[in-house]
């Protein structure tokens, strides 16, 4: 393989689809970690452990999305698995809507203490769709990055995308979508907006690797 | 012009602000997981704060003269709820400051069975030590968030004749203790002839949604305003409210006892009132919905 075709994504319109998606995911994950405090008070309360739980959880879970994605992103890179990331996240995030109160249910039953009520919670709730959300950022360099000697400067631009999403959805939720939305409604923006991202990998990057093949 | 006056308002607001600091002494600072707890002392008075950049958010404040002297309007108010259950056995407070309420509840119903509820260690240890705030064998602080203690004795089939909620401070409230399933878990842990008293708000946005959310729980309930203050405090019960007339028996029996807190109960029973004055198409405050912070 020449040094300087290392990327999966060599189109523009392509390009640009993966910094969009890699912002989407950002704004994605904070408007969830936001809420998610939201779902925990009415069971566990709002003090400093249960955002300590909630807050741990999501580092956890993306540190391992990080080293699991960028693990993947080493044999056989390419657009399906980037696509299925964004399924499996929309996927994952269905037993926050569905199943969050029963779930809470049980471990207010069974566990007395607030800090490890709230904690076991997050990681039931949070811990999957989170990492594979987290395997995107990685998985975004790989397919931006055209030759080593650029690697840098993609990961750098990934990295002010995605986290730029994170900040605008921290505060998009806080400040105006809990006004004026349900909780759920939030969350099924979340699920629409990681189906999107599904759909524009594929139109984007799918149709141009079926190109690039022929 | 413009902004030259809004600079000169700001230089005011400034000075003000340093005038008050200057004139009042910081005796003790204790640290919290949440926000740091000043006792200060002036004119008098000992007084609990949360923050002390906006002038004056005091918490509770105890007259050093004559401490038995209740110092707030609306802690004063909160004893209202005697006025529909004169006489409870099983007391819950949710919020502590200074401990005023329970302390008093305590002298006035030594028989009675007190739970506290307190998030803050930090508010607990102030109390004990610069409030004369003291627990007993019937009575007792739980460091808790109070909507897990409560979710959690509805569970275990608790009983209270007189709940206080008084877990508000000025600028930050706690969102899910002002929700629909909030309150509702409150009312399954009040007996038969069970009062909740609430300190809240009777400015901002929130009066309406906040009132509506409490109709919806607890159906009718008396509003206790007063000129001058900016609180309320709603008086519902599980059982139908008694009507206004029928509290002024009671209001003349409590009266001897509550004077020595300069509580004049005798005043109260006409300043209640049923009549809604809020914005009633607001939405109702739910676990799904609660954007309180927002909305103050």
């Known amino acids: 393989m020449a040094q300087a075709d290392l990327s999966i994504s060599t189109t523009a319109a392509s390009r640009l689809a993966v910094l969009c998606v890699a912002f989407i995911n950002g704004f994605v994950i904070m408007s969830i970690e936001l809420l998610g405090g939201r779902v925990l008070a009415p069971y566990f ?43 499996l996240a929309a996927l994952l995030c269905l037993p926050i809507i569905f199943f969050a109160d029963p779930v809470m249910t049980q471990i207010f039953l069974n566990v007395e203490d607030p800090r490890y009520g709230s904690l076991i919670t997050a990681m039931l709730l949070y811990f999957a769709p989170i990492c594979v959300m987290g395997m995107v950022s990685p998985y975004s360099v790989r397919l931006l990055v055209l030759s080593q000697s650029e690697s840098g400067g993609v990961a750098g631009m990934l990295y002010f995308v995605s986290t730029l999403g994170s900040a605008l959805g921290t505060l998009g939720t806080s400040f105006y979508f809990v006004m004026w939305f349900e909780i759920n409604q939030v969350m099924w923006g979340c699920v629409a907006a990681l189906l999107a991202c599904a759909l524009m990998i594929a139109l984007t990057l799918g149709k141009q690797q079926s190109g690039v093949r022929t | 012009m413009m902004a030259y006056t809004r600079l000169s308002i700001l230089f005011l607001m400034l000075a003000f602000s340093v005038a008050v600091s200057a004139q009042r002494e910081v005796i003790h600072e204790e640290r919290s997981q949440y926000r740091n707890v000043l006792v200060t002392e002036f004119n008098g008075q000992r007084c609990m704060l949360f923050n002390i950049h906006r002038g004056d958010m005091n918490q509770t404040c105890i007259d050093l003269r004559n401490p038995q002297r209740l110092v707030f309007n609306y802690t004063k108010m909160s004893f209202a709820g005697l006025l529909l259950n004169p006489d409870p056995d099983n007391i819950l407070v949710a919020g502590l400051g200074g401990g005023t309420i329970p302390m008093v509840m305590r002298e006035l119903f030594p028989e009675a069975t007190i739970d506290v509820l307190e998030v803050d260690q930090a508010v607990v240890n102030v109390a004990k030590e610069f409030f004369n705030y003291e ?6 602080v739980h460091v808790v968030d109070a909507r897990v203690f409560i979710k959690r004795a509805g569970l275990q089939g608790r009983q209270y004749d007189y709940i206080v909620l008084d877990a508000f401070s000025g600028e930050y409230i706690p969102e899910h203790l002002l929700t629909l399933e909030f309150l509702q878990e409150v009312k399954t842990l009040l007996s038969d002839d069970g009062v909740v008293v609430a300190n809240t708000f009777a400015s901002s946005q929130l009066y309406d949604y906040e009132s509506v959310t409490y109709q919806a729980a607890f159906g009718e309930f008396y509003n206790f305003k007063r000129a001058g203050s900016g609180n309320r405090i709603i008086i519902a019960m599980k059982s139908e ?17 509550l004077l020595p807190y300069d509580i004049n109960i005798l005043e109260y029973p006409a300043l209640l009132s049923t009549r809604p004055d809020w914005d009633e198409s607001a939405r109702v405050l739910t676990d799904q919905f609660s954007p309180a912070n927002l909305l103050n």
Do not use: C, K
Not at chain 1, 49 to 68: K, Q, R, T
Not at chain 1, 72 to 83: A, D, M, Q, R, Y
């Open chain 2, 241 to 257: 409210l008694p009507p206004q007339g029928e509290l002024r028996q009671p209001a003349r029996d409590l009266y001897e006892r």
């Open chain 1, 45 to 87: 309360g709002s003090s400093v452990h249960v955002w300590g739980s909630i807050i741990a959880v999501f580092m956890l879970s993306l540190s391992l999305g990080y080293l699991w994605g960028g693990r993947l992103s080493l044999t056989n890179p390419g657009p399906n698995t980037f696509i299925a990331f964004f399924l």
């Open chain 2, 135 to 140: 627990e007993d064998q019937r009575h007792q």
